[in-house]
């Protein structure tokens, strides 16, 4: 599970901060497992317990995903879950859009921003882009401050993304947006906001000692980097990646290892157990 003793090291340590600790979590591939249907990637079933075990043991826990808030509250039950970890004292925060939006379990508003200029304009040049590159049959989610088309239900899922990634980034270059590619998904976003900014924010906010962060894919790096950072100014960061047959480049970042949403749980679940050890031998 650990990649190297550092990594393990600096596990402990993050063990000895933990009530002062930042934990981050993505949700899809993470929390929820990957399925064929976005509007049906529900939360792995023992994830309330983990979160709810989770919040009691650390300083900050956030859920930071690409999903727009209010779509991830629906299918992770989380304002019910928030009101379980409201009702312990504890504090549950969403980071929605890649921190566009925000929402927490004391406050419980969805804080959004305007949609980007351009991009009311980029979807309607949309259908046209995928007619031309063979994918008119892919899957657009709107997700209003962003647009994202999927490959994963079309025949020729790698052959259709990679013909679209560079019709995109001439799209989204044209209208002063970013890609944001990601498993058998392209999106087009505001640059405005990153998962590293909001890992950031929260270690400065805080003044935490320790952090960790999960993670599957592309838009997952930042947080890893960002993580990285914080390691190279001396606090206990842990980067834990959750191996994905889609996308590889997470892995060289990896203090940790693991196997899907199953593997998550179990160890959130082994981390809490941890520090439940620690602050009974302190
Ligand atoms: O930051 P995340 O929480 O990981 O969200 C990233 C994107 O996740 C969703 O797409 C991914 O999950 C789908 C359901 O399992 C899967 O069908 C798709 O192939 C994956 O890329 C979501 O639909 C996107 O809006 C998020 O940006």
Redesign the pocket.
């Known amino acids: 599970m650990f990649c190297s003793a550092e990594a393990e090291a600096r596990y402990a340590a993050f063990i000895d901060a933990a009530p002062g600790a930042v934990v981050g979590l ?5 929390l ?7 509007t ?2 529900h939360i792995h079933p023992e994830a309330a317990a983990a979160l709810i075990d989770l919040a009691e043991a650390v300083g900050t826990v956030a859920i ?4 727009p808030a209010r779509q ?1 509250l629906a299918l992770g039950a989380l304002d019910d879950l928030g009101d379980t970890i409201a009702a312990r004292g504890r504090r549950l925060q969403i980071f929605g859009q ?1 921190g566009a939006e925000r929402w927490d379990s004391t406050h419980r508003v969805i804080h959004t921003p305007r949609p980007p200029s351009g991009l009311a304009t980029l979807e309607r040049e949309l259908p046209r882009l995928l007619r031309n590159a063979g994918a008119a049959d892919a899957y657009v ?1 709107d ?1 209003g401050l962003a647009v ?1 088309v ?1 490959t ?1 239900r079309l025949a020729d899922p790698v052959g259709a993304y990679d013909r679209l990634l560079p019709a995109l980034k001439e799209l989204a270059d044209r209208h002063h947006l970013v890609l ?1 590619p ?4 392209i ?1 087009v976003r505001s640059g405005a906001a990153d ?1 590293g900014r909001v890992i950031k924010e929260l270690v400065r906010a805080t003044d935490a000692k320790a952090v960790l962060f999960v ?3 592309l ?2 790096v930042e947080a890893l980097h960002a993580v990285g950072g914080f390691i190279e100014q001396g606090l206990a960061g842990v980067r834990v990646c959750v191996r994905n047959p889609e996308v590889s480049a997470l892995l060289s970042l990896a203090d940790v290892v693991l196997e899907g949403p199953d593997g998550v749980i179990s160890f959130l679940r082994a981390l809490v157990e941890d520090v439940r050890a620690h602050a009974s031998d302190n």
């Open positions: 993505d949700f899809d591939g993470t929820a497992p990957i399925v064929d249907d976005p049906q990637a930071v995903t690409g999903r991830v890649y989610e997700k994202a999927h994963r944001e990601g498993r058998a998904v999106e998962k993670g599957d894919d838009g997952d």
